[in-house]
Nanobody, 118 residues
Framework: QVQLVESGGGLVQAGGSLRLACEVQ????????VAWYRQAPGKQRELVAS???????NFADSVKGRFAMFRDNIKDAVYLQMNALQFEDTAVYYC????????????WGQGTQVTVSS
C-alpha cells in the first residue's frame, strides 16, 4: 500500500523559511504527479504547487517567487521549499501523489502544520 510521509512543518516568524518533505513509501513505481495543498482554518483546501514526472512545475499565484518544489528520485521524495513566509501561509499542508498508469494510486499524506507568526 502506497503511503506518503510528510515532515518539516513547524512554527516560523514572518520572513523565515521552511522545507516540507513528502516521501512516497510502499511503491516500486514513481508517482507521475505530486502536489502540495494547504488548508487554513475556515477555508477550502487549495493547490499550492505541483510537479510532474518530467519536472514541470506549477505554483499558485500567491506563492510564486517564494516557494520552490523539487524531487529526489533516489529517495522518491518531493520537497517544498518555502521562503519569505507570510502570516497568510499559515495552514495545514498536505501532500498528494498520483500515478495514472498501472500500478495506479492516488494517495494523501496526513498533513503537516505550518504556522507563521507575524
Amino acid at each position: 500500500q502506497v503511503q506518503l510521509v510528510e515532515s518539516g512543518g513547524g512554527l516560523v516568524q514572518a520572513g523565515g523559511s521552511l522545507r516540507l518533505a513528502c516521501e512516497v513509501q510502499g511503491s516500486h513505481s514513481r508517482a507521475t504527479f505530486v502536489a502540495w495543498y494547504r488548508q487554513a482554518p475556515g477555508k477550502q483546501r487549495e493547490l499550492v504547487a505541483s510537479i510532474t514526472v518530467d519536472n514541470t512545475r506549477n505554483f499558485a499565484d500567491s506563492v510564486k517567487g517564494r516557494f520552490a518544489m523539487f524531487r529526489d528520485n533516489i529517495k522518491d521524495a518531493v520537497y517544498l521549499q518555502m521562503n519569505a513566509l507570510q502570516f497568510e501561509d499559515t495552514a495545514v499542508y498536505y501532500c498528494n501523489a498520483k500515478r495514472e498508469i498501472q500500478p495506479s494510486f492516488d494517495t494523501w499524506g496526513q498533513g503537516t502544520q505550518v504556522t507563521v507568526s507575524s
